[in-house]
T-cell receptor, first 113, second 115 residues
């Protein structure tokens, strides 16, 4: 069984500041990890994913995430926030069998001018 | 058309109505999914279809009835819904690969309001 915890349902940063969105997971098998973004009135868009190999994963829009097995974490970062980054972000985990993704509760990112 | 499309984008219905949500994917995928997204609740998986066969029904009430006539189309038939069923219903598709690397791609959702 898998579970995902996203610390902080709301995160507010200033434009140009570092973005850090936290995700911790539990999984009984090696996990596959995903970050999705949801803009208002839209569906989920894949930002990046970790499957195997390099633990630092680069995604779209300047985001990246690092898989840390020892910390069971997959935090999402971006060096400099832009107003257009304001959205809700979802972390998800999947085991190595079946199709099911388990999502975290989401973090709403607000970017102040 | 690209990606995953959903129609209608918005739907208002009474509790005695019957309506259907439609999802179509243009990605050549073999698996399709229905999710429910309610305010202040995590995304809930409702149904999964692999190669047109239902492989997951996440204890969804029978007033929701899915249909998958082929790998490109997925429907969610609705009848005698309750106000608490008001939510954003998201469709997704994936290749249906084994081994966990499968990636789901989402449609824009249907915003359903039950009066």
């Amino acid at each position: 069984a898998q579970s995902v915890t996203q610390l902080g349902s709301h995160v507010s940063v200033s434009e140009g500041a570092l973005v850090l969105l936290r995700c911790n997971y539990s999984s009984s098998v090696p996990p596959y990890l995903f970050w999705y973004v949801q803009y208002p009135n839209q569906g989920l868009q894949l930002l990046l994913k970790y499957t195997t190999g390099a633990t630092l994963v680069k995604g779209i829009n300047g985001f990246e995430a690092e898989f840390k097995k020892s910390e069971t974490s997959f935090h999402l970062t971006k060096p400099s926030a832009h107003m257009s980054d304001a959205a809700e972000y979802f972390c998800a985990v999947r085991g190595n069998a079946g199709n099911m993704l388990t999502f975290g509760g989401g973090t709403r990112l607000m970017v102040k001018p | 058309e690209t990606g995953v499309t959903q129609t209608p984008r918005h739907l208002v219905m009474g509790m005695t109505n019957k309506k259907s949500l439609k999802c179509e994917q243009h990605l050549g995928h073999n698996a399709m999914y229905w999710y429910k997204q309610s305010a202040k609740k995590p995304l809930e998986l409702m149904f999964v279809y692999n190669f047109k066969e239902q492989t997951e029904n996440n204890s969804v009430p029978s007033r929701f009835s899915p249909e998958c006539p082929n790998s490109s189309h997925l429907f969610l038939h609705l009848h005698t819904l309750q106000p608490e069923d008001s939510a954003l219903y998201l469709c997704a598709s994936s290749q249906g690969l084994p081994g966990g690397t499968d990636t789901q791609y989402f449609g824009p959702g249907t915003r359903l309001t039950v009066l």
